[in-house]
């Protein structure tokens, strides 16, 4: 863990014990300011055709476009009227047990902070970028917010099967790196790679990684690595998938069954695998 990482046990000085701080929006400089407008022009001019129906929609309904990084009142305003979601700012990367509590409760946790201009491309820890532009649109939409309110009431009960690490890698293969299948084509939903320059193209048109669909036990198997592009994606049929999916599994007895499963290694298809397109596993061969 490098010195720029924001990691407490505690809340830090000055943040309340929900971990929340005042995003102080006033606070942040022009400098601050262009470097989100940087990194929304670029995504802006890449996702039609490729991040899906629900997150374009919730740019636009969400007037992101206006520039700057978003004042979280007028958003919350917003977004409170769409679903009843807000967002609220904190230093950085929070406990899982006070991440999943906010979740529970229609609250979407954002670091306060933004990269650096020689971290355009590639930052270790959630920024507002990554928070507000890759998550917030989906939150926008009424199915996508059950289902990100279900994985917070979720997440806390897994804490108690000690299943963090299954049901860790639901959200990952979804909620960070989902893809779904519109009537038009495979489109983006994941807020990793919406945020992304190199995998908002990566995901969708290189030959490399291979599409499977969702399957709610494999993905839980699946590990995953946090350092550069995905070697699988799994693919939804519609957003009503995930939330019926998460309301009507009983995840009790499937963390038990897990627990006696070997996991599956990245990149690695299996029988029962539903394959979309199978990848060269190109781009991982090559480093
Ligand atoms: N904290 N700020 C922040 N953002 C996250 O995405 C986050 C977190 N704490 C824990 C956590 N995510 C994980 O538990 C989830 O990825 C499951
Ligand atoms: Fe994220």
Request: aromatic letters at 12%; one cysteine or more.
């Amino acid at each position: 863990m490098n010195s720029e990482t924001h990691i407490f046990d505690m809340p830090p000085e000055g943040a309340n014990a929900d971990w929340t701080i005042d995003q102080a929006w006033d606070s942040f400089t022009a400098e601050e300011h262009e470097t989100w407008d940087i990194l929304f022009d670029r995504q802006q001019k890449m996702l039609p055709g490729r991040a899906c129906k629900a997150f374009m929609n919730g740019i636009d309904v969400l007037k992101l476009s206006k520039p700057g990084i978003p004042d979280f009142k007028d958003l919350n305003a917003i977004l409170m009227d769409k679903t009843g979601w807000q967002v609220v700012a904190v230093p950085g990367l929070v406990p899982d047990d006070v991440f999943f509590d906010h979740m529970a409760n229609r609250r979407f946790v954002s670091g306060n902070f933004i990269r650096r201009r020689d971290q355009l491309d590639y930052l270790q820890e959630p920024d507002v970028f990554h928070d507000v532009f890759g998550h917030v649109p989906m939150l926008a939409d009424p199915v996508f917010a059950d289902y990100m309110q279900a994985y917070g009431e979720g997440g806390l009960r897994s804490l108690q099967y000690d299943a963090l690490d299954n049901l860790a890698r639901l959200y990952w293969y979804t909620v960070e790196f989902g893809l779904i299948q519109e009537a038009e084509g495979l489109r983006i939903y994941g807020a990793g790679i919406v945020s992304s320059y190199g995998e908002s193209v990566f995901a969708l048109d290189d030959d490399s990684p291979n599409r499977i669909k969702f399957d709610l036990e494999r993905i839980m198997r699946s590990e995953y690595r946090i350092d550069d592009y995905q070697q699988n994606y799994f693919v939804i049929d519609d957003l009503q998938q995930l939330l019926n999916v998460t309301q009507q599994t009983d995840f009790a007895p499937l963390y038990a069954k897990l627990k006696e499963l070997p996991n599956i290694a990245v990149a690695d298809i299996i029988d029962t695998d539903d394959v979309i397109t199978h990848g060269t596993q190109h781009y991982a061969n090559s480093k």
